[in-house]
């Protein structure tokens, strides 16, 4: 069992090498991009990546307070699964109604990888191997079905 102390750097160790890591790859449109704290642009819609001595997740989250609008971000992204499974090149889960780690209400696309542990250092290129494809091919998606949520701005 780790230490709070250690858990915590654990966790800051491993998120600031991925994001050295992927800090020389640009984005799909060719500009340097903050992949760890990745912008959409979009108000409630996330990319997030998590990892745990469990599992490790990466996927598009919809936060929006009212569970009406979230629906209906969540049926665009229907509309456009086609996109995000050429981009990825994979089927993603999709839930239109999970909780996260507050209990707020959210939906949710996304990939797992499991068993995957972020406090092992020996799991770290796995998990750089399972993320870094995932979040250049969302970013990828991302560069062309943004337009299709313009009247959802």
Do not use: C
């Not at 915590?8 to 903050?34: D, K």
């Not at 642009?41 to 009406?68: C, N, Q, W």
């Not at 499974?85 to 839930?95: I, K």
């Amino acid at each position: 069992m780790y230490s709070k102390t250690e858990v915590t750097q654990l966790r800051q160790a491993f998120w600031t090498t991925f994001g050295q890591y992927m800090a020389p790859v640009p984005s799909a449109e060719g500009l340097p991009t903050n992949w760890i704290n990745y912008k959409t642009g979009l108000k409630h819609v996330y990319f997030r990546m998590h990892a745990d001595g469990r599992r490790a997740s990466i996927g598009i989250e919809l936060t929006h307070p009212d569970a009406g609008i979230r629906e209906l971000f969540y049926e665009q992204f229907k509309e456009v699964r086609r996109w995000l499974e050429e981009a990825t090149g994979e089927t993603w889960t999709w839930e239109p109604e999970a909780q996260d780690a507050n209990g707020q209400f959210i939906a949710r696309i996304y990939q797992e990888l499991a068993p995957a542990n972020l406090f092992n250092r020996d799991d770290w290129p796995r998990l750089i191997s399972f993320f870094k494809p995932r979040l250049v091919a969302l970013d990828e998606f991302w560069s062309t079905a943004q337009y299709a949520f313009d009247e959802l701005r």
